[in-house]
């Protein structure tokens, strides 16, 4: 395929002053400028890297930035940073970033011929000796330009400090470079293994320390104790719950004279009281609950749910009813009528032999491993894509007694948050479940295997029989894979409808997502079934 050739015409400009800048181009300041015609391929596209360096050997350069492939790999993909190694044979070495940039330049290449006048006189004073010509040739249009803005990271060597003082190279014992035998490996060496990046940024910025805090005259400062001598601002606001392990012999029987009193504070209107004696009452039909539960059963706020539930309850650490709330002088250990009230730790797995993978679990993570970009990578905001909505078919705006009535039952959650029904995914990848509240008549006969011939409580599996959550737990695994088929299967169909009516499924699934996320209250990210979170919002 022939290149298109296209030419560009230099007009003739005024002699200007030449700046000092120019050297020793400026004594030709003076000579006639004339148009000259030069020709470009307009389909060649160049990359510019700007090399932080003074470059003697091409070849050399290239292999610092990864060869020709290399580049070419860090090319095609946008949102990956050119790396620059100033010693290419060196594992140990942290790259030099640069940043991608969208230029529009070109690569113009300049001869200057010099060509002796010789004359037969001797040149006169002002005139010129030589002849000079030069030659223009436009290479390329330049459509992308890496440049290196940032600074070196921390470097980290290879070298065993000698008795005597001295330093020795490890590099030949530990970077193998061809086949060794057993020996190679089995030699005693010091352990190399540096963390991947030493510095998060590599451009200057300034640090804002924050002030040291100003107190009141007569100010008395916290003990200090292993929760809070780290990684804390201040102390934790303490809600005054009661933690409760496995091994403790007895139980509270009352909260703590400060919960007693930090709910009363807050008890001031009739709704509060109201949520009091609707929580006690759920407590008194199920002496154990988890938050989840709780949260789906009354509308309360999460920030007086955190005051209210020490008031009327205790929380377990450990054992089968760990990260639960228990009534108060209610022992479950002693109870075997409790085995339905123990947790379950249930986890979605992963692998091909239950039918996904990570790309395409039925249930998304809400973080990822992935989300953290490292100094090679770029995260750039996506663009939102626009959507335009025909009015005569948008939904109808609520009445206000309707969204009133969202407004007062906006602090639930739904119930899949704590219940386990067998055609329904789960809300999250790890649930913490209750006996109780697995609503599949398979996992209650598993549960209810010994009804009656309950003798011990222990720890690991409390009154039930040992390995009972491990037989739970793959029984609820191959019900969620038989849903994820169906729902593969529904999708295949859905494909083969025809557009009108999958725009119309689509439009009515639109207005029960959009009524769903009216009637459901937001909760905090990384908040619901985390025992870690829920035991820190009490310490």
């Known amino acids: 395929m022939a290149a298109v050739m296209a030419t560009m015409e230099v007009e003739p400009e005024p002699v200007l002053k030449p700046t000092p800048e120019q050297g020793s181009a400026a004594k030709f300041a003076g000579l006639q400028t004339t148009a000259v015609k030069v020709h470009f391929d307009a389909e060649k596209r160049l990359v510019c890297a700007e090399y932080p360096g003074v470059v003697r050997d091409p070849l050399k350069m290239l292999e610092t930035l990864g060869g020709e492939e290399g580049v070419s790999r860090i090319y095609a993909d946008p949102s990956r940073r050119l790396e620059l190694h100033f010693r290419p044979k060196d594992p140990y070495c942290h790259p030099v970033c640069g940043n991608r940039f969208p230029s529009t330049s070109m690569l113009l290449r300049v001869k200057r011929k010099k060509k002796k006048i010789r004359a037969e006189a001797p040149p006169k004073e002002g005139e010129c000796e030589e002849e000079i010509k030069y030659e223009m040739e436009i290479l390329g249009i330049i459509g992308t330009t890496y440049k290196f803005q940032g600074m070196s990271d921390f470097q980290f060597l290879a070298m065993h400090n000698a008795s005597a003082g001295s330093q020795m190279s490890m590099y030949d014992k530990v970077i193998l470079r061809k086949p060794e035998h057993k020996e190679f490996f089995d030699q005693e060496l010091p352990l190399y293994?540096?963390?991947?990046?030493?510095?998060?940024?590599?451009?200057?910025?300034?640090?804002?320390?924050?002030?040291?805090?100003?107190?009141?005259?007569?100010?008395?400062?916290?003990?200090?104790?292993?929760?809070?001598?780290?990684?804390?601002?201040?102390?934790?606001?303490?809600?005054?719950?009661?933690?409760?392990?496995?091994?403790?012999?007895?139980?509270?029987?009352?909260?703590?004279?400060?919960?007693?009193?930090?709910?009363?504070?807050?008890?001031?209107?009739?709704?509060?009281?109201?949520?009091?004696?609707?929580?006690?009452?759920?407590?008194?039909?199920?002496?154990?609950?988890?938050?989840?539960?709780?949260?789906?059963?009354?509308?309360?706020?999460?920030?007086?749910?955190?005051?209210?539930?020490?008031?009327?309850?205790?929380?377990?650490?450990?054992?089968?009813?760990?990260?639960?709330?228990?009534?108060?002088?209610?022992?479950?250990r002693k109870d075997p009528k409790a085995k339905i009230y123990q947790v379950l730790d249930f986890r979605l797995r992963c692998s091909t032999k239950h039918g996904y993978m990570p790309s395409d679990m039925p249930v998304k993570a809400k973080r990822s491993t992935f989300n953290y970009s490292l100094p090679i990578t770029i995260s750039k905001p996506v663009p939102q894509v626009v959507r335009i909505q025909d009015?005569?078919?948008?939904?109808?705006?609520?009445?206000?007694?309707?969204?009133?009535?969202?407004?007062?039952?906006?602090?639930?959650?739904?119930?899949?948050?704590?219940?386990?029904?067998?055609?329904?995914?789960?809300?999250?990848?790890?649930?913490?479940?209750?006996?109780?509240?697995?609503?599949?008549?398979?996992?209650?006969?598993?549960?209810?295997?010994?009804?009656?011939?309950e003798a011990t409580c222990n720890e690991r599996d409390g009154w039930c029989l040992p390995k009972t959550s491990d037989d739970l737990r793959d029984r609820m695994s191959n019900m969620i894979k038989e849903v994820c088929r169906k729902n593969r299967a529904a999708s295949t169909c859905l494909r083969k409808k025809p557009s009108v009516t999958q725009e119309k499924e689509e439009h009515e699934s639109a207005e029960e997502e959009e009524e769903d996320e009216e009637e459901e209250y937001a909760p905090s990210e990384g908040s619901e079934n985390e025992m870690e979170t829920e035991i820190l919002d009490y310490i």
């Open 193 to 332: 293994i540096p963390p991947p990046i030493f510095s998060r940024v590599d451009n200057p910025v300034d640090y804002f320390y924050r002030p040291e805090v100003q107190h009141r005259e007569g100010y008395q400062p916290p003990k200090l104790s292993n929760e809070n001598l780290i990684g804390l601002g201040r102390a934790r606001r303490p809600h005054n719950a009661i933690f409760v392990n496995f091994d403790d012999a007895e139980v509270p029987s009352q909260p703590l004279e400060a919960a007693v009193q930090n709910w009363s504070k807050f008890n001031t209107q009739a709704a509060d009281r109201k949520v009091e004696e609707e929580l006690k009452g759920i407590f008194a039909i199920r002496p154990v609950w988890s938050r989840n539960a709780v949260k789906s059963n009354i509308n309360v706020h999460p920030e007086k749910l955190k005051l209210l539930l020490p008031f009327v309850a205790y929380y377990m650490l450990t054992g089968p009813w760990r990260s639960l709330w228990v009534r108060f002088g209610y022992d479950p």
């Open 391 to 453: 009015l005569t078919k948008a939904p109808k705006i609520l009445s206000f007694p309707h969204r009133r009535m969202l407004t007062l039952s906006g602090y639930k959650l739904k119930e899949s948050v704590y219940i386990f029904r067998e055609d329904t995914l789960p809300p999250y990848r790890q649930m913490f479940y209750q006996l109780c509240d697995l609503d599949v008549d398979s996992l209650k006969k598993i549960i209810h295997r010994n009804n009656g011939k």
